[in-house]
């Protein structure tokens, strides 16, 4: 797919709450921008300027717009619980990515229920199909599961691409520091509604500590993954979900069953002995494998390390991923969020770094009192700007936002413009880098030179 100077992808999102499918649109459109594309959410059902975005989304600090201008130059991305809207344009040429392949099925379920209670007033919708009349729809694949889905339903290679997601900087920083030989003898697990199958190993397991891994903060997650020797998932899979990459990330053995994504080697590639079929006899093994992994901790745990290996690898590839996709090169310049504030000094280093066309690309300054400064501040959608001597806009964001943004890939690195104790104090009390991501240069010197 060719992205001209032009383009402009547009990622389509269901409004108005917090879900999965948002969180990995509005993750997918970070990366676009960070590729140097011209992106835009669009925000379901669309049309008009009255959308509906959660206050959580706010904070990745993306541009949006209230419709797709259709033109064959541009691309629309759509995921797979909103296929219909694959018809919301004509010239624009589409993607459909397939995140979860089981929410597509639910999603049509339900839009047919619908459909069927005003059958004599509405016509029937136009559901996405495999057939010739879609060969010009690309499609993304998250999943080894997904992938063969596509190809099991015609969709030729060269039609299908591999873009997976990434876990969460900050998790990721957090994980690596955890100490498994501090963990306890708890088992934290995936509550699965209308399946008990998880309830019977449970039942079967006497004496184990098990947590339910839902409704909890992501600092309470961190917690509970760093604490628990092993996480069981019986799910559907519809993806690897990212659930099941944290608690591995974070040292816990997972044991899943084998539907969709934990049925192959690829997606989860755990040896055998931790996957199991939904019947009474394997419970009693599941049960018992949770006893071991009790006991026998450090081998039974040596056992996923390629499984830990590979969920770093893909995470490494993610956005490489996204740019095979659509033809375009992976930028070398460092996205930096410069922590000075926007006084003189601030926009002064952003200025020198846009002039210098330097490997570090001022994509934010950190301001957390910014409305109470003089300089010239631009709102625009939800978002703030500071002018530029050199015309330039470059946008404010607080220390919040900051590592919010860190975790996600938008900021690379922060850069401290001197050793001011200031400076120091304020990345020490107000953001969370891991030590290598924190840039020290002396501006005022080198501008001299």
Known sequence: MIVYSDTKIYVLCPSGRRSETADNC?????????????????????????????????????????????????ILIVPEVAATYLYFTKETRRVLWWYDVDNFFRDMGARLVHQFDNILTKPMPKFFTFSHFDENVEHWAQSEYARQFLKLN????????????????????????????????????KPVPNRDFTDVIKNLANGVEWRAAENLTAAALQKLFAEAKVYVDFSDHGAKDKLTLEAAISGCVVITGKRGA???????????????????????????????????????????NDFREKILREGERSLEEVAEALGVAVPQKIAIGIVHGIDDVGAEVADILFAQDSELYPAFIIDD???????????????????LDSGRRLEIISSVDANFLYGVGRIQKFLRTSNAAAEIEFVRENLNPAENDVIELNFEVENND
Not at 29 to 49: D, F, H, N, T
Not at 51 to 73: H, Q, W
Not at 168 to 181: P, R
């Open 26 to 74: 509005h993750e997918l459109c970070a990366q676009l921008i960070r590729l140097g594309v011209e992106a835009y959410m669009v925000y379901l059902p669309g049309g008009g300027e009255n959308i509906s975005v959660d206050d959580f989304y706010l904070r990745y600090n993306l541009p949006y717009d209230t419709g797709v201008e259709d033109s064959a130059k541009n």
């Open 154 to 189: 015609g969709v030729p290679d060269e039609k299908i691409f591999t873009v997976s997601d990434c876990l969460n900087k900050n998790f990721l920083n957090y994980a690596m520091k955890i100490d498994t030989a501090a963990k306890k003898n708890l088992v934290a697990y």
């Open 262 to 304: 934990a049925g192959n080697g690829v997606d989860f590639n755990i040896p055998a002995e931790f996957k199991f079929d939904e019947t009474v006899d394997a419970a009693l093994a599941a049960a018992e494998k949770v006893g071991d992994v009790l006991e026998n901790f450090d081998a039974e745990h040596a056992k996923q």
């Open 369 to 387: 009192d910014a409305e109470n400064s003089a300089a010239s501040i631009v709102h625009e959608q939800n978002r703030s700007f500071l002018n």
